[in-house]
């Protein structure tokens, strides 16, 4: 069945570390795909997209997410977490331009321990 | 520009009543969209448009009904209200050319269902 899939429901990382959220798509072709962050009670804001050209894509708050074609993936990264970045992640994709329906993962909820 | 609006922002309902969300926008988007959001399930589509006049169903339409009679206004109808109806209800808009653009989030209305 064409999906997203977040693997991981909830991560906790340390301030100062690195942080990898993964992001899985099952559609044919290569959809836009997103990143959205929910801070608690909020809505959501864009942290980042991809539609084509480079597969490493630069957001705001320093995040970052590599496309890979091959593993069907578009992970978000950040070098070093801070407090400010618990929250909630969620990946997106639309997958036809035809309809542009955004289709969201199931998110990832950060913890970020002092 | 005040962005996506959405009203209210809290609402509890007894079983059976009907109430309205209405969600607008300043931006002259064509595109606005319904979401629902519950723990472990990401936001899901609910209904859609892509312009006046014009609308059609998400992944969960069920229950829920909508019109779009003018550019910025996209009210969602809960006619019989049920208590798996409690849920966050989220808004958003976006150009419609481009599916690859930004969708923009209202701050959304936390509803429960009695």
């Known amino acids: 069945a064409q999906s997203v899939t977040q693997p991981d429901i909830h991560i906790t990382v340390s301030e100062g570390a690195s942080l990898e959220l993964r992001c899985n798509y099952s559609?044919?072709?290569?959809?836009?795909l997103f990143w959205y962050v929910q801070s608690p009670g909020q809505g959501l804001q864009l942290l980042l997209k991809y539609f084509s050209g480079d597969t490493l894509v630069q957001g705001i708050k320093g995040f970052e997410a590599e496309f890979k074609r091959s593993q069907s993936s578009f992970n978000l990264r950040k070098p070093s977490v801070h407090w400010s970045d618990a929250a909630e992640y969620f990946c997106?994709?639309?997958?036809?331009?035809?309809?542009?329906?955004?289709?969201f993962g199931q998110g990832t909820t950060l913890q970020v321990k002092p | 520009n005040a962005g996506v609006t959405q009203t209210p922002k809290f609402q509890v309902l007894k079983t059976g009543q009907s109430m309205t969300l209405q969600c607008a926008q300043d931006m002259n988007h064509e595109y606005m969209s319904w979401y629902r959001q519950d723990p472990g399930m990401g936001l899901r589509l609910i209904h859609y448009s892509v312009g006046a006049g014009i609308t059609d169903q998400g992944e969960v339409p069920n229950g829920y009904n909508v019109s779009r009679s003018t550019t910025e206004d996209f009210p969602l109808r809960l006619l019989s209200a049920a208590p798996s109806q409690t849920s966050v209800y989220f808004c958003?808009?976006?150009?419609?050319?481009?599916?690859?653009?930004?969708?923009?989030f209202g701050p959304g209305t936390r509803l429960t269902v009695l």
């Open positions: 559609y044919g072709a290569t959809p836009y």
């Open positions: 958003a808009s976006r150009p419609l050319q481009g599916s690859y653009n930004e969708q923009f």
């Open positions: 997106a994709v639309v997958p036809s331009s035809n309809t542009g329906k955004l289709i």
